[in-house]
């Protein structure tokens, strides 16, 4: 069974450049959530989609978005980067949303904003 | 006061002892818990979860879950140098996002 997959797994951008990560979470599984992880920082959620619906949104910037396919398929997007952007995105699958928050992560996309 | 909170680490044990890692939470409705493992480079990977108080056991590793005191733990018995990793303490609040800890850094020395 295939795990998430995240593309793409690095990128460069510019400050004020926007991007676009894609994930594809294991097959069958509905929820999707997204997180970025810095070491000072540490894991922090950005937000939870399923069903194509945002459940639940983290403590994070507009320039944060995301949107979920019907094929369970989501995408997040950061707009008008700055320095700060610079992180592993991780993008996790689980089942559905619940209170068993047993996710699955995949590789991530390391993002460089210079 | 930060929602999830882990020893800073780094913990360093010998081959063949026992790994205590410690986390506290402040959200008193949080329901679930999990212990998630990150090898250097790699993604985190679920390793425990408990959801109810008392112990859990699974093959080395036992997760223990006192609500009362709002403090979740993961001993790691037989330690490996295969368990040197840092090791992130998550738990699931109410609202359904999940908070995790800053990691604690294992290393089991040969």
């Known amino acids: 069974k295939a795990g998430v997959t995240q593309t793409p797994r690095y990128l460069i951008k510019t400050r004020g450049q926007q991007v676009t990560l894609s994930c594809s979470p294991i097959?069958?599984?509905?929820?999707v959530s997204w997180y970025q992880q810095t070491p000072g920082q540490g894991l922090q959620f950005l937000f939870e989609?399923?069903?194509?619906?945002?459940?639940n949104k983290g403590n994070f910037p507009g320039r944060f978005s995301g949107r979920q396919f019907s094929n369970s398929r989501s995408e997040m997007n950061v707009s008008t980067l700055e320095l700060g952007d610079s992180a592993l995105y991780l993008c996790?699958?689980?089942?559905?949303?619940?209170?068993?928050?047993?996710?699955?992560f995949g590789e991530g996309s390391r993002l460089t904003v210079l | 006061q930060k929602e999830v909170e882990q020893n800073s680490g780094p913990l360093s044990v010998p081959e063949g002892a026992i790994a205590s890692l410690n986390c506290t939470y402040s959200?008193?409705?949080?329901?679930?818990f999990f212990w998630y493992r990150q090898y250097s480079g790699k993604s985190p990977e679920l390793i425990m979860s408990?959801?109810?108080?008392g112990d859990k056991e699974d093959g080395r590793f036992t997760a223990q879950l006192n609500k009362a005191s709002q403090y979740v733990s993961l001993l790691i018995r037989d330690s490996q140098p295969s368990d040197s990793a840092t090791y992130l303490c998550?738990?699931?609040?109410?609202?359904?996002?999940?908070?995790f800890g800053a990691g604690t850094r294992l290393t089991v020395k040969p």
């Open positions: 998550a738990v699931n609040r109410e609202n359904n996002d999940m908070r």
């Open positions: 959200d008193r409705v949080s329901q679930s």
């Open positions: 408990i959801y109810s108080n």
């Open positions: 989609y399923f069903s194509e619906t945002q459940r």
């Open positions: 996790a699958s689980s089942l559905a949303p619940g209170r068993n928050g047993e996710l699955f």
């Open positions: 097959s069958g599984h509905r929820s």
